[in-house]
């Protein structure tokens, strides 16, 4: 194997996981260090290839190696999953500024900017979701990279992560960026794919012989006890950690059987259409139905569960 850098413990002694194909762009390996057990794509992509990556056809696809089919059907639960960030940002404090990073489209900021006063920024890589965020949904979204972006240090009370570290190249200084943006006394909240459970399909199909497909471009899988540490040692305080996707969790150890997925085309002008169409005063029914079908896992369930939500707080 060739020689590589662990870049949370520095270790150089790694095993080879599996092989996948990064979204239809290459073929990859996984690797674990022997020490952190951090696993990662290997070789990473490069900075281009991730711009490329996440372009207008990544959010409506009709590829089923690359992206979504159709993002816009997120739009109601990301909203709803606002409306309820938004509910526990009030509880802390009346005002402050929260930033979310790799917004894409901004629904999840919409549904903050609705239901309190704070003061709602966002950042995302793909031009296309910024046009959209800025033009359909009024946000004050930024083109770019947080490390690259001119954000001040101890700016914001609240920083967003949603579905995102397991995507940047760097993680350890993507966090470390993190943890400067943030006011003293500021939070993060994460919310990142099981690790164990995500790369799990994936390893059980190259032991059959078959290099599965990566859609989304993880390049990064964290067990929960190693994001942890990594989050400690930048300088956090873990707050809460709360697993969700009992079901899923199963389905991806294969405990549960997993069902075929049928891909369907998007017609792109009707889905681009539901943005400007889409009702978003969704009532206290409708998020309550939400709540009732994003259950929490139990604490000793938690290393079955499909993803990870973790408030940490700057110290």
Not at 4 to 19: A, H, Q
Not at 88 to 102: C, I
Request: overall charge positive.
């Amino acid at each position: 194997m060739k020689s590589i850098i662990c870049p949370f413990c520095e270790n150089t002694d790694f095993i080879s996981v599996c092989r996948i194909n990064l979204g239809g762009l290459s073929e990859r390996e996984v690797v674990r260090c022997t020490n952190c057990r951090l696993a990662f794509v290997n070789p990473l992509p490069t900075e281009d290839e991730l711009q490329r990556f996440y372009v207008q056809q990544y959010f409506l696809s009709d590829d089923p190696r690359w992206g979504f089919c159709n993002y816009f059907a997120n739009r109601k639960s990301q909203y709803l999953q606002g409306r309820i960030i938004a509910r526990r940002l009030r509880r802390w404090k009346p005002h402050g500024r929260v930033l979310d990073v790799g917004c894409a489209t901004g629904f999840l900021l919409e549904g903050i900017r609705d239901h309190c006063t704070w003061e709602v920024f966002g950042i995302e890589i793909s031009e296309w979701a910024v046009k959209i965020a800025r033009t359909q949904l009024g946000l004050n979204v930024t083109l770019g990279t947080l490390e690259k972006a001119e954000f001040p240090d101890n700016f914001f009370d609240i920083i967003l992560l949603n579905d995102i570290l397991e995507h940047v190249r760097d993680p350890l200084q993507f966090l470390t960026t993190v943890y400067a943006r943030l006011a003293s006394g500021g939070k993060v909240f994460l919310r990142v794919p099981n690790g164990r459970c995500d790369i799990l399909p994936f390893v059980q199909d190259y032991q059959k012989g078959y290099v599965r497909v990566q859609t989304q471009a993880h390049l990064y899988y964290f067990e929960p006890e190693v994001l942890q540490r990594i989050l400690i040692a930048i300088g956090f305080r873990i707050d809460q950690v709360t697993g969700y996707g009992l079901k899923a969790g199963l389905k991806d150890l294969g405990i549960l059987r997993r069902k075929t997925q049928v891909f369907e085309k998007t017609n792109l002008q009707q889905a681009q259409s539901e943005t400007i169409i889409s009702d978003k005063k969704h009532g206290l029914l409708e998020e309550w139905g939400y709540r009732l079908t994003h259950l929490p896992v139990l604490p000793f369930l938690r290393s079955f569960a499909h993803e990870l939500h973790i408030w940490a707080q700057k110290i």
